[in-house]
């Protein structure tokens, strides 16, 4: 379960399109949507791979706290996470906020 995508419990699910461990966003009408799993991280320790097949602008990837946080309610630049943000894709700034790839 901990591998199961909650896609009925998202509420921006009619964007999504969910195949195993694989989540696509093909009708994407916003700039984001947080996708969480339908068990939570209990206890222990616990290795996350994630693959990026493309990235168009921006991607965040991680780990979140609160099961309200599903779908597009808050961005990833104001999101309570550990995460990993890969960076706009086509600037040049230096800002680890806005900018580059930075571990938050």
Same mark, same amino acid.
């Given at each position: 379960p901990m591998a199961s995508w909650d896609l009925l419990g998202n509420p921006c699910r009619d964007q999504l399109d969910i195949n195993g461990g694989v989540v696509k966003c093909p009708r994407l009408v916003v700039d984001y949507i947080t996708v969480l799993t339908k068990e939570p991280v209990r206890r222990g320790a616990h290795y996350f791979q994630f693959r990026l097949h493309h990235v168009g602008d921006e #991607?965040?990837?991680?780990?979140?706290?609160?099961? %309200?946080?599903? $779908?597009?309610?808050?961005? $990833?630049?104001? =999101?309570? !996470?550990? !995460?990993?943000?890969?960076?706009?894709? !086509? %600037? #040049?700034?230096? !800002? =680890? %906020?806005? $900018? #580059?790839?930075? =571990?938050?």
């Open positions: #991607q965040w990837c991680g780990l979140v706290c609160e099961r %309200s946080l599903a $779908g597009d309610f808050r961005s $990833g630049r104001r =999101l309570e !996470s550990w !995460s990993y943000y890969a960076g706009r894709m !086509s %600037s #040049q700034s230096p !800002s =680890l %906020s806005d $900018g #580059q790839a930075a =571990l938050h």
